[in-house]
């Protein structure tokens, strides 16, 4: 099926690894054209060199890095953005006794500059477009915290109900926004921690036991690039009544039925 995103523009926070990457390069492959950051330029160099992709280093949580980022990125390809995806954020491995006022400052902060600031910079561009929309890129902690990243999990809870409001708040432009929320993904933090673990089991065997104790019904870690496929199917303009929603990446795990 043609998801109909070939020469469209779309922004990608966070793409110089793990899910944006996954899916800048998803994106690169349906033909689209793609504006991407990241906090560290050598990372971005490794994506390699293409004619419908553009990199800047930048930080989500400078609100004047973010405008200038978005708007470069709409002007090397057209002055429009048909899609922005705010995927830029990390996870604090903290239980509330070992946080610090800082940790909590600082967690509040990227979760919610990293979705405010590149909305408020790109949707001039997105009102312009006809399918316009915004992914964010979440977690199912948002809907089940976890004591082990107590920070996290409340600033991610944080942003689903922000999205919630940001659909009804964007509608009048024609930008649909909409959350995926990923449970474990097999990304370069999990490897750092098998290889801390020091464990003496195979990264598959390790993996497999993460899993089942976590409630995994598919019993293993996802890949990204199964991330990237939710998000270009909420991208896609054929997804264009859904808006307000949120879909789990997670291979099963859940406490609830919602």
Same mark, same amino acid.
């Given at each position: 099926?043609?998801?109909?995103?070939?020469?469209? %523009?779309?922004?990608?926070?966070? &793409?110089?690894?793990?899910? &944006?990457?996954?899916?800048?390069?998803? @994106?690169?492959?349906?033909?689209?054209? #793609?504006?991407?950051?990241?906090?560290?330029?050598?990372?971005?160099?490794?994506?390699?060199?293409?004619?419908?992709?553009?990199?800047?280093?930048?930080?989500?949580?400078?609100?004047?890095?973010?405008?200038?980022?978005? &708007?470069?990125?709409?002007?090397?390809?057209?002055?429009?953005?048909?899609?922005?995806?705010?995927?830029?954020?990390?996870?604090?491995?903290?239980?509330?006794?070992?946080?610090?006022?800082?940790?909590?400052?600082?967690?509040?902060?990227?979760?919610?500059?990293?979705?405010?600031?590149?909305?408020?910079?790109?949707?001039?561009?997105?009102? $312009?477009?006809?399918?316009?929309?915004?992914?964010?890129?979440?977690?199912?902690?948002?809907?089940?915290?976890?004591?082990?990243?107590?920070?996290?999990?409340?600033?991610?809870?944080?942003?689903? +109900?922000?999205?919630?409001?940001?659909?009804?708040?964007?509608?009048?432009?024609? !930008?649909?926004? +909409?959350?995926?929320?990923?449970?474990? !993904?097999?990304?370069?933090?999990?490897?750092?921690?098998?290889?801390?673990?020091?464990?003496?089991?195979?990264?598959?065997?390790?993996?497999?036991? @993460? $899993?089942?104790?976590?409630?995994?019904?598919?019993?293993?870690?996802?890949?990204?690039?199964?991330?990237?496929?939710?998000?270009?199917?909420?991208?896609?303009?054929?997804?264009?009544?859904? %808006?307000? %929603?949120? !879909?789990? #990446?997670?291979?099963?795990?859940?406490? &609830?039925?919602?």
């Amino acid at each position: 099926m043609d998801l109909g995103l070939a020469d469209r %523009t779309y922004v990608v926070t966070g &793409g110089s690894s793990g899910v &944006g990457l996954a899916t800048v390069r998803a @994106l690169l492959d349906e033909g689209a054209n #793609v504006a991407t950051c990241g906090r560290d330029a050598e990372r971005l160099d490794r994506i390699g060199a293409h004619d419908r992709l553009f990199t800047a280093v930048c930080d989500v949580r400078d609100a004047a890095a973010v405008r200038d980022f978005v &708007g470069a990125g709409a002007e090397r390809f057209g002055g429009r953005l048909d899609g922005l995806v705010n995927n830029a954020g990390q996870s604090r491995m903290k239980r509330l006794d070992e946080t610090t006022e800082d940790d909590w400052r600082d967690e509040l902060e990227l979760k919610f500059a990293g979705v405010l600031g590149p909305v408020q910079a790109a949707r001039k561009y997105l009102s $312009a477009s006809d399918a316009a929309s915004v992914v964010n890129v979440n977690a199912v902690l948002a809907k089940q915290p976890e004591p082990r990243l107590i920070t996290t999990s409340a600033a991610r809870a944080g942003i689903l +109900n922000l999205s919630k409001s940001l659909a009804t708040e964007l509608a009048s432009d024609g !930008i649909r926004v +909409n959350s995926v929320c990923l449970g474990l !993904i097999d990304t370069g933090q999990w490897t750092r921690r098998h290889a801390a673990a020091d464990s003496g089991l195979s990264y598959d065997d390790w993996q497999a036991e @993460l $899993a089942a104790d976590r409630g995994v019904a598919l019993g293993r870690l996802g890949r990204a690039e199964e991330v990237a496929y939710a998000i270009l199917a909420l991208l896609a303009p054929r997804a264009s009544y859904i %808006t307000g %929603t949120s !879909i789990d #990446v997670c291979g099963g795990v859940g406490r &609830g039925i919602l």
